[in-house]
């Protein structure tokens, strides 16, 4: 059965940090480009963060020196390391794989992606 499950959400101030977890099952996890989007009420789906098969990682400008992701092959697992978080962070954020590219990952195209979880909570106050 195939599965996505993320943990990890929850609520924080601004400039704190939060860490998302994505645990992965079966499909080829190792093979497969994994990603991070989020939808806050109101808006559209954003693509976060994005990395391939070999640790090669991509992310959207409003993140970048902010978040990291990363993956344990090993362990299928995805990870994103939050800090310097801003309010506009807020949303229901997702972890995705496309399970048929493992390079040249899209960081903004969840059409790509045909598997996903069900989401956490990421609330951030000012």
């Known amino acids: 059965q195939v599965q996505l499950l993320e943990s990890g959400g929850g609520s924080a101030q601004a400039g704190g940090s939060l860490r998302l977890s994505c645990a992965a099952s079966?499909?080829?996890?190792?093979?497969?480009?994994m990603a991070w989007f989020r939808q806050a009420p109101g808006k559209e789906r954003e693509g976060v963060a994005a990395i391939d098969s070999d640790g090669y990682s991509k992310y959207a400008d409003s993140v970048k020196g902010r978040f990291t992701i990363s993956r344990d092959n090993a362990r299928n697992t995805l990870s994103l390391q939050m800090s310097g978080l801003k309010p506009e962070d807020t949303a229901m954020y997702y972890c995705?794989?496309?399970?048929?590219?493992?390079?040249?990952?899209?960081?903004?195209?969840?059409?790509?992606?045909?598997?996903w979880g069900q989401g956490t909570q990421v609330t951030v106050s000012s």
């Open positions: 995705a794989a496309d399970s048929r590219s493992a390079f040249s990952c899209s960081a903004s195209r969840f059409d790509l992606y045909n598997l």
């Open positions: 079966g499909f080829t996890y190792s093979s497969s480009c």
